[in-house]
């Protein structure tokens, strides 16, 4: 795996911190339109019956988006996250490593396939610290607009209402379905990483040569990978963090109230075939191209 090569290889961490806020910012200048669509997907209200949904599918919801409120509509949100990005991306690679050390001690040992995996679902829980309230204020940002009216005018008049009108728990709100979400996708996507980039790694080779688009394929792989399974507990999560703005929609309160209600809030009236299975891959198409997008980044 690297590791013994990789220990002897020490990196400053305020380099690291410095390069993953780099990282982060492209990433999100390049994937956060993506994200905005597929989370308006994954929140918008079940269609009345002889009315079609609001979005009819990816482009419709992009088309809409721009019409309405222009360019910058795809980029509502994106100063909590991007706030946040540069000590989330340093926070997960110590979580990787603090969770490599713990299993491997000063053995020396490769690590296998299922400490690799734990060691990234430790990263998990460590970044939903600062992602939770991050896709909170993310999430409520992004739906307001396409609810017709404009409760807060930006990230930081966002987080103070929240606290304002209920709390830190109003802040956090969603943190359980973001570490349902974030640990094991973490975890899979951290072994797949590792396991690409050796197996692409030629015999003699070191892992750190190996060239750009390799590293690239590692981490579309991965990418792709993790949100195959992040993706379910993700819309419950949209849907959860803005549930008092959809209130209609969720009577029934809390993560299983949402999920209960949101499983029959996407499909047509009418139409039974698949409405449990249908807010499960809302935003289906934008979370493919922005994984494709945003795992390159690595």
Known sequence: MGDGEAAGQRVSPLKNFAAGGVAGACLLLAGHPLDTIKVRLQTQPKASPGQLLLYRGTYDCFHKTISKEGILGLYKGMGAPLAGVAPMMAISFFGFGLGKQLQQGNSGKALTPVQIFLSGCLAGVFTTVIVAPGERIKCLLQVQASGGAVKYAGPIDCALRLFKEQGIRSVYKGTLLTLIRDVPSNGLYFLTYETLKNLLTTE?????????PKIILAGGVAGILNWTIA???DVLKSNFQTEKTQQHLYPRRGPPGVGASAAGSV?????????QS????AGNNPFLLHVAVNSTSD
């Open 267 to 275: 499909a047509p009236a009418g139409d039974n075939r698949g409405q």
């Open 278 to 281: 249908r807010v499960t891959i």
């Open 231 to 233: 993706l379910p507990p």
């Open 204 to 212: 003699g080779q070191s892992v750190s040569q190996l060239s750009t």
